[in-house]
């Protein structure tokens, strides 16, 4: 299978959502080689950091050369472009477990696709996207992908696919040594929580959101089910549902407005031909359906790994690069004689004591800001359900069996 993407192609590819780095779209065409595939463009920034786009594709930074001087692939490779879907493929994937990763993969594309295709979708794209960043036109690759969002194998005139995505933030609250006086409030509250008040005070939401990661990460039944149902309530940019591929519920490349009755209902309607509940109960139905793939998968246990590698928070990791980049510590300077000893035992550790703290900080704010999908579909009498990567659930109150299957948007 040769992927080659020319000029013309661009018309089969649609707009899927974005994030801050990323554009996504959707294949509509139908050459066998792209069905059941996303591409992710990257970005870049409109204002003031056009620079960043300039900035030649070289390869790693002579830092980063040091700091993953043992992944060979990834020193070696020679472009940035390149080392992301490396660093994807052989740091990120091995921790979060392989069958949930997809690392994607790199295919050229001429700079005439990616024009037209930031054309064609620019009146999807929400209106601050736009403005805030366009397609990285100096990239010469983009990233083709599973589309998460169906069941990609045997999709063929079966049941209807719903996906959920989730983007939990960090699950855990830091226990480091060395958080400070001033910052202590760490220590108490979610770093999900303070940055929706900062939020709130900047005018960017209008009410904070009801979902706190502790309790999707708690692995208790219960209270996953009241964050999954918090998410619904106030998804914000942490929540969207689709069926088959379509955006169904939350916001379509950012964020969305609070759930009020009209997004509701519409939502329950949209459910109907699903799930098999009596008016007014698919909704419900649904989110219990999500909480105990959620618990049954464990995906919130494997993420949760990788996110506490970060186990001396910024506080700690700051004066480990300071030593890596030999640079004088900007923290330090400002400490007194008493103040000092705190970090003095990161400031003696070995050279490779300092790069494992800063890769493993770097490794966990990844996992930090991970998505995962996870896509139903309801069994028919007759599958057998065998030979896939999915597992089961069974809806008691509407007696309707679903294969689920779990992946990780790193
Ligand atoms: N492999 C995929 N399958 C289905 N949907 C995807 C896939 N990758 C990304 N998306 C959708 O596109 C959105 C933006 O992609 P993402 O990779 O998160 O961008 P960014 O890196 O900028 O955050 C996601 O929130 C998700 O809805
Ligand atoms: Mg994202
Ligand atoms: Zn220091």
Redesign the pocket.
Known sequence: MEMILREKDANEWVY???????L?LAYTGSSPTFIGK?M?IRKCPRNGAEGMCMRSPSALTALERLLWKDVDELISSSDNEIACQLFAHHVMKPLLGPKYV?AGMLVEVPREFLELVEKNVIRQRPAWRVDNARVDMHRGSVLL?????VFTHGNLGSSPCISV?IKPKCGFIPLSRFISEGTAIKRRITRFQMHQALKLHQGEISLLSKYNPLDLFSGSKERIYKAIKDLFTTPQNNF?VFMNGSLIFGGLGGGAEDTNFGIAKAFENALKSVIQADNGLCTENLLTLVAEAVKKSGVLDRLLDVQKLDNVDIEGAIHAYYDITRQQCIICRELSEEQLKRYTSLHSASLDESLRIVKDYLIAATAKDC?F?ICFRQRKAGDSGSGSICSNIYLESTKQTFDFKV?D?T
């Open positions: 899927r959502g974005e994030g801050a780095a990323n996504v996303v992710r997809d992908m599973s589309d998460h969002s995505e969207r998505s999908m992946q948007l």
